[in-house]
């Protein structure tokens, strides 16, 4: 019984102690980053992201999406979103490497829709203005380099049922970032 008693005191104490060797962030490493999305500049469109590490492996932030111009050929698209997210980086260095990431993204976009008018016998386009959230997955790798990030990611987001006919279940996310951490 004896034998067993500190057994069990010393585990109990293993345990406790790697619960206190968590890997904390130092204090001069910097937390911040500012990214600018250079994949929608091509689009005349601009999406900036903030990104703050609460640790070597987790950060949360958030981008903001606004297209400056539309082309005539392109009736449907998005308009502007909000986006927040949440990673999680399996890199060696701290808040780099691959990551995934959850995301709830509030967006309007405008819809393409054909009607056909069965008594006169026509169709009418019409272009939908929706307003939705989106929660999704996505993934990327980050290349931290003297302070400069550059990141590829992806994501796909599903969209709730929304009132229109012309039914969108998802929405995608992507990014070629280019940053600086401060």
Same mark, same amino acid.
């Not at 890997?23 to 990214?35: I, M, S, V």
């Given at each position: 019984?004896?034998?067993?008693?500190?057994?069990?005191?010393?585990?109990?104490?293993?345990?406790?102690?790697?619960?206190?060797?968590?890997?904390?962030?130092?204090?001069?490493?910097?937390?911040?980053?500012?990214?600018?999305?250079?994949?929608?500049?091509?689009?005349?469109?601009?999406?900036?992201?903030?990104?703050?590490?609460?640790?070597?492996?987790?950060?949360?932030?958030?981008s903001?999406?606004?297209?400056?111009?539309k082309?005539s050929?392109?009736? *449907?698209?998005? &308009?502007?979103?909000?986006?927040?997210? #949440? @990673?999680?980086? =399996? %890199?060696?260095?701290?808040?780099?490497?691959?990551?995934?990431?959850?995301?709830?993204?509030?967006?309007?976009?405008?819809?393409?829709?054909?009607?056909?008018?069965?008594?006169?016998?026509?169709?009418?386009?019409?272009?939908?203005?929706?307003?939705?959230?989106?929660?999704?997955?996505?993934?990327?790798?980050?290349?931290?380099?003297?302070?400069?990030?550059?990141?590829?990611s992806?994501?796909?987001?599903?969209?709730?049922? *929304?009132?229109? &006919?012309?039914?969108?279940?998802?929405? #995608? @996310?992507?990014? =070629? %970032?280019?940053?600086?951490?401060?």
């Amino acid at each position: 019984m004896k034998r067993c008693f500190v057994f069990l005191l010393l585990l109990s104490s293993l345990i406790a102690y790697s619960q206190e060797t968590s890997r904390k962030l130092n204090p001069d490493f910097r937390k911040n980053e500012l990214r600018l999305n250079a994949l929608l500049l091509l689009f005349e469109g601009m999406e900036f992201s903030y990104e703050r590490a609460l640790n070597y492996d987790c950060s949360v932030g958030g981008s903001s999406l606004i297209l400056a111009y539309k082309d005539s050929d392109l009736e *449907s698209g998005m &308009n502007y979103n909000v986006t927040a997210f #949440g @990673r999680y980086y =399996f %890199g060696k260095k701290p808040v780099s490497g691959f990551f995934l990431e959850t995301f709830l993204m509030f967006f309007n976009r405008d819809n393409l829709i054909d009607y056909y008018d069965y008594n006169r016998s026509y169709s009418l386009r019409k272009i939908e203005r929706e307003t939705n959230v989106a929660l999704g997955l996505g993934f990327g790798v980050k290349w931290i380099r003297r302070n400069f990030s550059f990141e590829l990611s992806t994501g796909l987001g599903r969209v709730p049922r *929304s009132a229109y &006919n012309g039914y969108i279940p998802f929405v #995608g @996310r992507g990014a =070629f %970032g280019v940053g600086y951490r401060f």
